[in-house]
């Protein structure tokens, strides 16, 4: 019998190392610790990242989760504040790439980042899943390859980097729910055999609040069995920021502080379940 990988809302193991910073290109040099602008522009993907940073109606538009208290921490320290807003991610990285904007949450390591960004020590890590309906767990458990995967009806979140599942240039995407209300609904009705998704956000959603059992009723999460690396994600600090420099020196500085005294880990074990 080939083993499946479901994974149990309740044994979720959320272990997490802090990788250091990857910066293949190099830093400006023009601005130091003494140009932080007293507000730091941040930019959010309106669809949300829970529980790293989203939005709920209560809030009346106001951005939460960990990646927000995070960056008040280290910027409370600094007597710094953030001003958030929320909108489509491809403009968040317009917007950096003409230093509209200082930084953008929940960056993830790339080429095409590294053009964009500068990019400080990563604070958190995550999971490649796959999201498929309770009907399809059968199915789900002989999806132990790529190659099968391929053989399904995929979905995708658009602009999401899903290379270490499948690379991009083999996938088709049968459709492109643009959040996880979407991504179940297509699950439904069938237009989907199964969506690839990340790990913390079902379980941090849920753990958090951020989503309710409700709103993934019927749904199952399963960890992809051959990708055994975690995702590193990062603060992206736009180039063309005026203070780019004196920010990612903030801010690489302190998460690499807050990993080694253990405040990192404390503050993300709010918004991950333990187990």
């Known amino acids: ?95 950096a790439e003409s230093g509209e904007v200082d930084v953008l949450l929940d960056v993830q390591d790339s080429a095409e ?39 399904l009806d995929v979905c995708r979140m658009p602009g999401w980097d899903t290379s270490s599942v499948v690379p991009a240039s083999e996938l088709i995407p049968a459709g492109e729910p643009h959040n996880l209300a979407a991504a179940v609904t297509m699950l439904r009705l069938g237009r989907c055999d199964l969506v690839i998704y990340t790990a913390e956000l079902f379980t941090g959603g849920l753990h958090s609040g951020a989503i309710t059992p409700d709103d993934v009723e019927g749904i199952n999460i399963y960890v992809v069995p051959w990708v055994q690396e975690k995702v590193p994600k990062f603060f992206g600090i736009s180039r063309q920021a005026p203070a780019a420099q004196a920010i990612y020196n903030l801010l690489d500085s302190s998460i690499k502080e807050l990993h080694a005294n253990g405040e990192l880990a404390r503050l993300l074990s709010l918004y991950l379940p333990s187990e």
């Open 1 to 95: 019998m080939i083993p499946y990988y479901r994974l149990s809302l309740t044994c979720l193991l959320c272990t997490f190392m802090v990788a250091g910073p990857l910066c293949a290109l190099g830093q400006p040099e023009a601005d130091d610790d003494h140009d932080l602008p007293a507000i730091i522009r941040v930019c959010v993907d309106e669809t949300g990242f829970p529980p790293f940073s989203y939005d709920l109606p209560e809030n009346r538009g106001r951005v939460v989760g960990f990646n927000v208290d995070l960056l008040t921490m280290i910027l409370d320290d600094a007597g710094l504040r953030a001003e958030y807003q929320m909108i489509p991610w491809r403009r968040c990285l317009a917007m």
């Open 113 to 151: 980042r590294q053009r964009l960004l500068l990019i400080p020590a990563s604070h958190y890590e995550t999971r490649a899943a796959m999201l498929a309906t309770a009907r399809n767990r059968d199915l789900m458990q002989i999806i132990t390859t790529k190659e099968r995967l391929l053989a």
